[in-house]
């Protein structure tokens, strides 16, 4: 039985040639969630970029967040988009934010029923999947209800 | 600096299509579907190719003002943009590229044109199939979030979840553009009308607010426009449309990664719409025209609010299909069928609509006819939107 929540199959994600998410999935093999954190100002941020929209700092350090957070939004697709999700059927996407951490959020699937129901405000927590087959390996983080 | 505004200083003196496919249908290549539809427009306005002296173009289009320009003869040369972003948001951008040019005397007769045949190259509703996702995609592939309408569904759960609006008004923006489309021999849902059951039963492409009629299509087709000054317009044989005002650009921080905008349930016009009302003098009580982009109606939604065009607090009771109608609605809307039900042409298939309503020769001719407000792919960074106007509204 499959250990991921979707099929493989599906792009896995890669860094490109800037390296700029490197010690976000460094990180997750390791069982660690990390966030930019502005040595400037102090202000958290997330997706990773180069420098603090704030403060314009480019001194950002990598910092280990605890994986608590609540469902801003969500939507459960029933189209496949890629080929891996041909025969699937419907799976739950959240975009969930980091309350302990200026709010910043995330994507990632809802485990469990992919029928349940979603409430927008639930709390979750993060849950690191490894797809120790590919190649190169890599984790994801995914959420569960808490 | 002085009068730095477009306000009647173009106008669009000739449009162009070509026949509108189902992707994968059209007979003619991408680039000459391009050429047909510049042509198309040329002999709207009057204006030989050869005078043609500028393109501006959005989406990554491929038919490059090059090109374009090699194989219609055009003489010289002197303006080629290309507007930033790969959707549609930059189809009024590209019009207001174009009078900006020739406003500013950069050129003279400039082309705002878009060529798309799906069935030759990607689709949109599918990926690409690239087993690496790099940059904010490596976000968001993996766990299977890869189309534009995932992209925005998400952007759309939570404006519902915060204003209450309900699927009906969605159904009634996409009953509304397939009520138009009947009339149109160029829409590709010409024969195919949509009513509330058929809707309702219609497959989810993603829940909870995306039904199979809430997409737009996938289509091969080209469209394109010609802006000129508006003295050269007054001597030309159709009835100018006056560019009276075209804003572009998006909310603060509105392409912040992985989905971390500050406004994040918006189409990204908030602070567009003003400006460009202000330019064109006009307010959104003056609009008789309404041509709104459709990716998805969620973003159809989301934009007419933006615009100030309907309140959200009112949504619910205003957003029904005889208000969206030409036949005595309020504010109808998409009067050709849109990109859900006329043809999917990134939107500017809207603009050319607006200029017939203008013209006074539309199908479904709207009553108050003097002013247009198009508004480009909602949704997407940057978008831009235009107001067009007769001569009574100079």
Redesign the interface.
Known sequence: MSTTYLPAGLPAPGTGPDGLADPYWNGTREGKLRIQKCKGCGAWQWGPEWICHRCHSFDLSWEEVQGKARIYSYQRPHHPVHPALNTHGPYIIVLVELPEYGNVRMVGNLLGDPKQDVAIGAAVEAVFEPHDNASPPFTLVQWRLV | MTDRTLRGKTAIAGIGETTYYKYGQSPDSEFKLALQACVNACQDAGISPHEIDGFASYGNDRSEAGRLAAALGVKELRFSNMFWGGGGGGVCGAVGNAAAAVATGMADCVIAFRSLAQGQYQRY???G???????????????????P??RF???V??FM?ETGIKQEALRAISLACYHHAQNNPNAVMRGRPLDAQKYDDS??????FFHLYDCCQENDGAAAVIVVSAEKAKQLKNTPAYIMACGQGCDH?SA?????MPN??SSHFSQIAPRMYAMAKMGPKDMGIVQCYENFTGGVLMSLVEHGLVKAEEANEFLTVENLIVEGGKMPLNTSGGNLAECYMHGLELVIEAVRQIRGSAINQVKSSDAAIIIGGPMVTPVSSLILGSEATL
């Open positions: 509703g599918r990926s199939g690239a087993p690496i996702a790099a940059g904010d995609d490596s976000f968001l592939f993996p766990y299977g979030m890869m189309s309408a995932q569904a998400m952007k759960t939570r979840h497959r989810w492409i993603i829940e909870p921080r912040a990664p992985v989905h971390n994040y349930p």
